[in-house]
């Protein structure tokens, strides 16, 4: 089992979603994350005006799979989420000891 943790850009959310369900991803968490990077910021245009943040705001997927499925998510959360630009994200994979599905109790793959 494994955890797949990718920081993505935030307009790049769809096409990684959509990437990801074509390969049989049903499930995962999503959280916006804030952080501190080479970009040092960024600024945005509201209303005509134009603000500079100190954060790069952006979002964390956590996807919990199989050994199998993880090259495939990898390589689908790549090709959908590179911009090229400086600021496109990272990917880390984490090795999972155990799962549990609360409702059922069922364990391992069976409870992803």
Not at 15 to 40: C, H, N, S
Not at 60 to 68: G, K, R, V
């Amino acid at each position: 089992m494994k955890k797949i943790e990718a920081i993505i850009r935030l307009s790049c959310f769809d096409k990684v979603r959509d990437a990801l369900a074509q390969i049989g991803v049903k499930f995962f968490t999503l959280k916006d994350v804030k952080g501190f990077g080479l970009q040092k910021g960024e600024s945005f245009v509201y209303r005509g005006s134009v603000y500079d943040s100190d954060y790069i705001a952006r979002l964390q997927l956590d996807i919990l799979t199989t050994d199998e499925k993880v090259d495939a998510i990898v390589d689908a959360i790549v090709s959908s989420g590179r911009t090229g630009e400086i600021g496109d994200g990272k990917i880390t994979v984490f090795d999972v000891a155990q799962v549990v599905r609360i409702r059922t109790g069922e364990e391992a793959a069976a409870a992803i």
